[in-house]
């Protein structure tokens, strides 16, 4: 069965950084394009980027520019999202998720990662 | 970046009743548009893609349609258990932007 399975909940200080792994199984890696969303408390569902791990080339979200890194490691079907110079606004629950191609809906999701960022 | 603006943002309603949720893209979008459901601390489920085709296991009480730039959801006969947050998303080009969400309450 299909799956993407998250690390862990993280606490950082501002100014640090968080990386967060998407372990994915069920299907084959390559074949299917991976997106990272999240939800600050409260509020809705902001598109962070997307990354084909066919060939590894990404899309980000112009306001994430400069602090955010999508990456791949084919050998272990892991997506990874590295995010930079945290500050309070990047507190949030990360999910990345799948889809077929870069059109169609995203039919799988991991079941979040929360990073809160704290002094 | 294309705009996602959904309505009402937030929806009271009894077990039984029939809703309909209402998606506006700024541009348009063919039917590269979907609608999720959320729970809190639960991650989004893929309700409707391609603006009116219905996921595997999704109800079929649920349904989508529209084309361009206005999309509609619509969940007859309500269950218990679809009292939750429902989003719109544009996959037509990147950014893919995410409406600010329904809230649908008892």
């Known amino acids: 069965q299909v799956q993407l399975v998250q690390s862990g909940a993280d606490v950082k200080k501002p100014g640090a950084s968080v990386k967060i792994s998407c372990k994915a199984s069920?299907?084959?890696?390559?074949?299917?394009?991976i997106y990272w969303v999240r939800q600050a408390p409260g509020q809705g569902l902001e598109w962070m980027g997307m990354i084909n791990p066919s060939g590894g080339s990404t899309t980000y979200a112009q306001q994430l520019l400069g602090r955010v890194t999508l990456t791949r490691d084919t050998s272990t079907t892991t997506a990874y999202l590295d995010l930079d110079s945290l500050t309070s606004d990047d507190t949030a629950l990360y999910y990345c998720?799948?889809?077929?191609?870069?059109?169609?809906?995203?039919?799988?999701w991991g079941q979040g990662t929360l990073v809160t960022v704290s002094s | 970046d294309i705009q996602m603006t959904q309505s009402p943002s937030s929806l009271s309603a009894s077990v039984g009743d029939r809703v309909t949720i209402t998606c506006r893209a700024s541009?348009?979008?063919?039917?590269?548009f979907n609608w999720y459901q959320k729970k809190p601390g639960k991650a989004p489920n893929l309700l409707i893609s391609?603006?009116?085709s219905l996921q595997s296991g999704v109800p079929s009480r649920f349904s989508g349609s529209g084309s361009g730039t206005d999309f509609t959801l619509t969940i007859n006969s309500l269950q218990p258990e679809d009292f939750a947050t429902y989003y719109c998303q544009q996959t037509y080009s990147t950014p893919h932007t995410f409406g600010q969400g329904t809230k649908l309450e008892i």
């Open positions: 541009q348009y979008i063919s039917t590269d």
């Open positions: 069920g299907y084959t890696f390559t074949n299917y394009y």
């Open positions: 998720a799948r889809s077929s191609d870069r059109y169609s809906g995203y039919d799988y």
């Open positions: 391609a603006a009116s």
